[in-house]
């Protein structure tokens, strides 16, 4: 088995520090030397792996959004008919690892982040175009024409319970959060009449 080398280990050990210091600070006045101090290292080596806070930023979201992404396929692999697909697509959205205090924090850093940086706005359209896909996809069969503004409707809850979660303290639960969505696809399901 090939030797890692410290690159990656200290890498992955920045972006989970740049995390859990955004949690744990819940603002965006976060520094690389605290983050650096989180993962037990200089702030100078922290520059030397990612250029900048953020780089960090971006590399901490990429991070979460990987995670959300095998989430999303592994739920998706198991499901069968559109609607369990989408009910899928929403369980991974709120699973443990994705709705988390420090995931919740950062994800509002990066919607703030995405208002100034190319790159960040660039990334944040990814996840939000995959997602509407990835739900027209099986809502077509569920609500035809109206799919996508169904889905736009689903992406829209799933990042107001984020966001809400962030700034009010909504303090929802998964199951909660799960319903809170879902009943919105029922609804609108019942308004198409395909219930």
């Given amino acids: ?33 605290q983050i650096a101090k989180r993962a037990g290292m200089s702030s100078a080596l922290a520059h030397h792996y990612f250029g900048g806070k953020e780089q960090i930023f971006l590399a901490a ?14 739920a998706l692999a198991v499901a069968d008919g559109p609607r369990a697909r989408v009910e899928a697509i929403v369980k991974a ?8 205090a420090e995931v919740i924090a950062a994800w509002l850093n990066f919607y703030v982040q995405a208002q100034t940086s190319q790159d960040a706005w660039r990334l944040l ?29 689903i992406g829209a809850m799933i990042d107001g319970v984020y966001i809400r979660q962030a700034l009010a303290g909504l303090s929802l639960d998964r199951a909660q959060a799960v ?14 009449g395909q219930q």
Avoid at 63 to 74: E, K, S, T
Avoid at 93 to 100: L, V
Avoid at 182 to 187: A, K, S
Wanted: aromatic residues 6%; positive net charge; charged residues 25%.
């Fill in 179 to 192: 319903a809170l969505a879902l009943g919105y696809l029922d609804r609108e399901l019942d308004a198409a």
């Fill in 61 to 74: 979201m990429r991070h979460i959004l990987g995670v959300y992404g095998a989430q999303v396929r592994a």
């Fill in 125 to 153: 359209r990814i996840y939000q175009r995959r997602l509407q896909s990835n739900l027209v996809h099986d809502l077509r069969q569920l609500a035809g024409d109206r799919a996508p503004a169904i889905a736009q409707g």
């Fill in 93 to 100: 959205s709120f699973e443990h690892e994705n709705f988390r």
């Fill in 1 to 33: 088995m090939p030797k890692l080398g410290m690159e990656p280990i200290r890498r992955e050990a920045l972006v989970k520090a740049t995390i859990a210091e955004i949690g744990a600070r819940g603002a965006l006045d976060v520094t690389v030397s």
